[in-house]
C-alpha cells in the first residue's frame, strides 16, 4: 500500500537569524513540529543559507550520517580530524561522526551567500570510527537522467555512509520522465525538489517542495518544467 506525505515547501520551520536562514523539513533547533520529526533514517534536511563571511563554530556530532550539499558559492569546513577543506557547489561531502567529532563550518567570502543542503541520517552502525570523505560530482551527469551520488558501497558512484540509503540527483529539461526503482525492499523515497516543477507518482511539487513515498517499488517522475531535484532512497525502518 503506497503512503504519501507531501511537505510543501512554506510548511517547513524557518528560522532566520541574519547570517543563517534556514528552512528546516523536519523538526530542528527551536522549530519542533510533532508529525515532522523524521522520515525513515532521515532525521533532518536543512535548507540554509549563510551570509557572506559567517558560519557555524565548532559543535560536536556523535552516531550520525551527515552529508552537506552545496548549491551555491563554497563553504569552509574543519574537523577534529585534522581535515580542512573548501567544499563548492557540485561537491558532496559525507561524515560518519560515530563516536564523536567536532567542525565547523563557514562562507569563506567575503561577496558571496552560501547555499547548500545539510541532511542527517540515522546510521546503521553505532559508534563507529568517525570519517571524512568529499568528493567533485560531474553535474552534466544528471542532465536528463539521475546521477547516483551517495551508496552504502564504497566501490559504487559517489561517496558512501552507514546506512542503506541511496541519493540520486536530476537536472532535466520540461518533458523529461523517468522511473526509479526502489534500491532495497523496505526502503522509502524521499524527494526534495531544488527548482521547477515535477511530478511523482501523480503528486505535483514546486521549487523546494518534498514529497515522501513508501510502500511501493517504483517512482514515475516527470519534469514539468526544467526541474532540479534529489532523491533520498533510505530505510523506513532502520
Avoid: C
Amino acid at each position: 500500500m503506497e503512503n504519501i506525505v507531501l511537505h510543501k515547501a512554506d510548511t517547513r520551520g524557518n528560522a532566520n537569524h541574519g547570517w543563517l536562514n534556514a528552512y528546516h523539513s523536519f523538526s530542528f533547533a527551536s522549530w519542533y513540529n510533532p508529525d515532522r520529526i523524521q522520515f525513515g533514517a532521515l532525521r533532518v534536511l536543512n535548507d540554509d543559507t549563510i551570509a557572506a563571511g559567517m558560519g557555524f563554530g565548532t559543535h560536536p556530532h556523535d552516531n550520525m550520517e551527515i552529508i552537506t550539499i552545496p548549491l551555491e558559492g563554497d563553504l569552509a569546513h574543519k574537523d577534529s580530524m585534522g581535515n580542512t577543506e573548501v567544499i563548492k557547489n557540485g561537491d558532496i561531502q559525507v561524515m560518519s561522526a560515530g563516536t564523536g567529532i567536532q567542525h565547523s563550518e563557514f562562507n569563506p567570502n567575503a561577496d558571496q551567500q552560501t547555499k547548500l543542503l545539510q541532511i542527517w541520517l540515522f546510521p546503521n552502525k553505532r559508534n563507529v570510527t568517525p570519517r571524512y570523505q568529499q568528493i567533485t560530482l560531474d553535474v552534466a551527469d544528471r542532465h536528463n537522467k539521475l546521477s547516483q551520488v551517495l551508496s552504502p558501497n564504497a566501490d559504487d558512484e559517489g561517496v558512501w555512509i552507514h546506512q542503506d540509503a541511496w541519493f540520486n540527483m536530476g537536472n532535466f529539461d520540461s518533458g523529461v520522465t523517468a522511473e526509479y526503482k526502489i534500491k532495497k525492499e523496505g526502503n522509502g523515497v524521499y524527494a526534495f525538489v531544488l527548482k521547477g516543477n515535477v511530478t511523482i507518482n501523480g503528486q505535483e511539487l514546486n521549487s523546494r517542495d518534498a514529497v515522501g513515498i513508501s510502500g511501493t517499488d517504483t517512482l514515475n517522475i516527470k519534469a514539468n518544467t526544467d526541474a532540479e531535484f534529489l532523491l533520498m532512497d533510505i530505510p523506513m525502518n532502520y
